[in-house]
């Protein structure tokens, strides 16, 4: 849908840093200092988070 949910946040405060809502969950997790892809990814697993979204 082209209508955005009401919980939808487009910006994220996490760790002193804003992660960016419209990012795949995956990418938008490496904005935060020290989380790199490889430890981004394995976050996303162990927490059963889609990773499409």
């Known amino acids: 849908s082209l209508i955005a ?5 487009h910006i994220l405060r996490i ?3 804003n992660v ?3 990012q ?3 990418f ?4 935060i200092k020290g989380i ?6 394995i976050v996303c697993k ?3 988070v889609d990773m499409n979204k």
Do not use: P, V, W, Y
């Open 28 to 31: 938008a997790l490496t904005s």
């Open 15 to 17: 760790l002193n840093t």
């Open 5 to 9: 949910n009401e919980d939808f946040q």
């Open 24 to 26: 795949k969950i995956m």
């Open 46 to 48: 162990k927490a059963d």
């Open 20 to 22: 960016d809502g419209r």
């Open 36 to 41: 790199g892809r490889r430890f981004a990814n």
